[in-house]
């Protein structure tokens, strides 16, 4: 069964403070990786990483896979209050097309 | 383009009523379909997906069913309505098995009383 763990579950930093989300995953045949941010309603598509060791950046947010490890990071540099959300990692795997693995999220609370 | 419909946003329910949430995509022929669910506290989680008319796969034993009448409509229902039916329901697609933030739904807020 494939499976997609996340850390920390919850955290609360200050603005102007760096973050660093984690994500690790156990699937078969993996395809690909994407990083989702949520507010309160359909999620948010951030990035799709496919290859190992190729950072995907955008703005203040970036994000970077270890297939070696079987895990991403997500960054958040500078954080501001609007960025307060759930951030989901998920995965997919090729070979079929039974959607996307999501981990339970971490809850980032960005205090002003 | 490609657009995906969901309705109702928000439905209360009470316990062992029916229900019927319903999925439309535009722009697009022969999607995959999904329906997801978020329960509190936890992540997106697989309930059934749809390779075409009529094909259903179950991922979760559930009393929840889905159907596939139409080629861009996905149809998630249950005779009784439980608690832990309670959740964010999201609807999604793909083609080509592209994901981005098009491929899902508005969602609908389902609180089962």
């Known amino acids: 069964e494939d499976k997609v763990v996340q850390s920390p579950l919850s955290l609360v930093v200050h603005e102007g403070d760096t973050v660093t989300l984690n994500c690790s995953y156990e699937v078969t045949n993996f395809r690909s990786l994407l990083w989702y941010k949520q507010e309160k309603k359909a999620p948010t598509f951030l990035f799709m990483l496919t290859s190992s060791g190729i950072e995907k950046k955008s703005g203040r947010l970036s994000s970077i896979l270890d297939k070696k490890e079987l895990s991403s990071i997500l960054n958040i540099t500078a954080t501001q209050t609007g960025d307060s959300a759930i951030y989901l990692c998920a995965v997919e795997a090729s070979g079929g097309a039974d959607g996307l693995t999501f981990g339970k999220g971490t809850h980032l609370i960005i205090q002003p | 383009s490609q657009t995906i419909h969901q309705w109702p946003a928000t439905l209360v329910q009470p316990v062992g009523s029916p229900l019927s949430l319903e999925c439309t995509v535009e722009?697009?022929?022969?999607?995959?379909l999904y329906w997801y669910r978020q329960a509190a506290g936890r992540g997106l989680q697989l309930l059934f997906y749809?390779?075409?008319?009529?094909?259903i796969s179950s991922e979760v034993p559930q009393n929840l069913s889905a159907s596939r009448p139409q080629d861009r409509q996905f149809i998630l229902s249950s005779k009784k309505l439980l608690l832990s039916d309670s959740g964010f329901y999201l609807c999604?697609?793909?083609?080509?098995?592209?994901?981005?933030?098009?491929?899902f739904g508005p969602g609908t807020r389902l609180t089962v009383t």
């Open positions: 749809s390779v075409g008319i009529g094909q």
């Open positions: 722009g697009t022929s022969n999607p995959n």
């Open positions: 999604a697609w793909s083609v080509s098995r592209v994901w981005a933030e098009s491929n």
